[in-house]
């Protein structure tokens, strides 16, 4: 396959490929006239799906739920519990998937005619998942069944704990799971060892999405019952909104069901029905419909500062409240507090990057310090995955000798596999994850040993990982041909994503006309094509890198090929667009 304007190493010293065998025109000589569908081919949609994946629809991509393992008696379990009224808390985590799968729940029941309580255990000081103390105190305060959102898979105390207070629980979870489950009343997970094919084929779900296929269930189970003959059925697509948030800001893969999610999903939102969403868009200042990069930039990171620097429930209590005024005073304390995180992050990302810095060049960065705020290291960890190009984990070590971590990793390489292997041969308190995060809690004692223990077993995993490393392209552009128009075409391809990559193009070759260093190490410039077209091109966190030091070193008489993502620019009302560096390479003199 040919190089893409015959890069074979970029200032960053990557080669330059056109991505998938369609976007060159390789695939049978098959090349279409249109340009979604050369996106979509390129993202490895069949010919024969192309109509399915131009729109993606529930109809097209559900699954019955019930070829899930667990989900039919966890359906009965819950519809039994409306029934004879009785009391069920969900149980939540303190992350945007959390907080959301937690919310489409009590919003379903309460349609349902139920009232459920919420539970999301404090970060600081009862950590991730439930624990035994937790479940026991909410028997005895009177709830008959607990439902765990987002958590559960490794809580084999604390469910054990449980089941000997009498409490039934039914685990709704997307977490890798070990060969032997902890005691449950019902524990639905694709990831679970013995789903069947067509299950474990949708272990990409966030929670939330395992959450909607749980409410389907229900209201199939419910329907059958008559419980809708004397009341209306709930439209559960109007929570499509929540599913769409926590699938994009957890990072799960946009392919198949998930795309259906997100593009429904965004139609709901942009509806704004939900009070607490609603506010929160007015306190991110979106003054447009969201798309699916402000989920993960905008109002995921507005939910999770509750959980990291703040309350853990607030993000819950925003997405179910109703009231107008109590949802704009919950989105102003986060957004308030979100700021705060920006400002504990910049520090511990400072003492993180010197520290793995001081490393070498190890295939897993992992670092751990006393007195690093254990809401903020996840993000750490994405900072330095990011910029060492390889998995990262961060500790934050407390002074009960114990170290809380979150890593992050690169594609091909699965973190939460290796991590639940650590916690099985006995190193670590606690563990588990998907492919690309994890968390832990390890003795401080121990950070040595794990350090060693992912270093073997996952370096020839990033090794094959950084091989040959490439830039996949969709187009080549000339300055003027970015404009707000292709910036709209190229979105009509999307949503965009983890496992469905935002297209990416080859723009120049360009002269630099003005670069100077914006805000906290960005990149912003100038630049003039052959035909004396100007464009604004911004590269994020890129002034101190050989990327951000040839921009800025390029002067008048060199000429780059920019590599990077078109954006509609709509700053003060002006429409434009402008280009997302990742990338450039030197153009021919």
């Not at 447009?288 to 429930?313: K, M, Q, T």
């Not at 995180?341 to 190890?362: K, M, S, T, Y």
């Not at 070193?553 to 000429?559: I, V």
Request: aromatic residues 4%; neutral net charge; charged residues 25%.
């Amino acid at each position: 396959m040919s190089h893409v304007v015959g890069v074979t190493a970029s200032i960053l010293g990557r080669a330059w490929r056109w991505r998938g065998a369609a976007a060159d025109g390789r695939d049978e000589g098959f090349r279409p006239d249109d340009l979604v569908d050369q996106l979509l081919l390129a993202r490895g949609v069949e010919r024969g799906a192309l109509d399915a994946h131009r729109t993606p629809t529930l109809r097209s991509f559900m699954p019955d739920p019930s070829l899930f393992r667990d989900m039919d008696r966890a359906a009965e379990r819950i519809a039994d519990a409306l029934a004879r009224a009785e009391r069920v808390t969900v149980f939540g985590d303190y992350d945007v998937d959390g907080a959301t799968s937690a919310a489409l729940m009590v919003r379903l029941l309460r349609a349902l005619g139920g009232d459920p309580g919420v539970y999301i255990p404090d970060r600081l000081t009862e950590g991730y998942g439930p624990g035994g103390a937790a479940l026991v105190a909410l028997k005895a305060a009177g709830t008959d069944l607990v439902v765990t959102v987002d958590c559960g898979a490794q809580a084999f105390d604390a469910l054990q704990e449980a089941k000997a207070a009498g409490l039934d629980v039914v685990v709704v979870d997307h977490h890798k799971c070990a060969a032997a489950l902890p005691v449950a009343h019902a524990l639905v997970n694709p990831n679970r060892l013995d789903q069947c094919d067509e299950g474990a084929s949708h272990g990409h779900l966030a929670a939330v999405g395992v959450a909607f296929l749980l409410g389907a269930a229900l209201l199939r189970v419910l329907r059958g019952r008559g419980w809708f003959m004397d009341r209306p059925e709930p439209k559960l697509l109007e929570l499509l909104d929540l599913v769409a948030l926590g699938t994009v800001a957890d990072v799960a893969s946009l392919r198949g069901l998930n795309r259906a999610f997100v593009t429904q999903g965004l139609k709901v939102m942009a509806n704004r029905r939900n009070v607490g969403l609603d506010a929160l868009i007015t306190a991110s200042r979106l003054t447009r419909a969201p798309l699916c990069s402000d989920l993960g930039f905008a109002l995921g990171p507005r939910i999770n500062a509750g959980g990291r620097v703040g309350r853990s429930d607030l993000g819950v209590r925003l997405l179910t409240t109703d009231d107008p005024d109590e949802a704009r005073a919950i989105a102003s304390e986060l957004d308030r507090l979100n700021e705060e995180r920006r400002g504990i992050e910049a520090v511990v990302l400072e003492e993180a990057l010197r520290a793995a810095e001081g490393q070498g060049n190890r295939a897993v960065a992992l670092v751990a310090g006393r007195g690093w705020h254990p809401g903020v290291i996840g993000i750490v960890a994405s900072r330095l995955k990011e910029k060492l190009d390889r998995p990262a984990l961060v500790v934050a070590l407390g002074n009960d000798g114990l170290g809380k971590g979150s890593g992050r990793s690169i594609a091909a390489v699965d973190l939460g596999a290796a991590v639940l292997a650590a916690k099985e041969s006995g190193l670590l308190l606690a563990g588990g994850g998907h492919p690309m995060a994890a968390g832990l809690t390890v003795e401080a004692g121990r950070v040595d040993a794990l350090q060693t223990y992912l270093e073997e077993r996952l370096e020839a995993d990033v090794a094959a990982a950084r091989t040959g490393k490439s830039l996949s392209f969709d187009a080549v552009l000339s300055v003027g041909g970015v404009t707000p128009e292709f910036a709209d075409a190229l979105e009509r391809g999307g949503p965009y994503g983890q496992g469905w990559p935002a297209p990416r193009v080859a723009c120049g070759p360009v002269q630099v006309v003005k670069a100077d260093v914006v805000g906290n190490g960005h990149l912003r410039a100038i630049v003039a094509g052959r035909d004396g077209r100007r464009l604004k091109a911004v590269a994020f966190r890129q002034a101190d890198t050989p990327l951000g030091h040839a921009v800025l070193g390029a002067g008048s008489t060199r000429r780059l090929w920019l590599a990077g993502k078109v954006k509609r620019d709509d700053w003060n009302g002006r429409v434009g667009a402008e280009l997302h560096m990742d990338d450039a390479a030197w153009a021919d003199a």
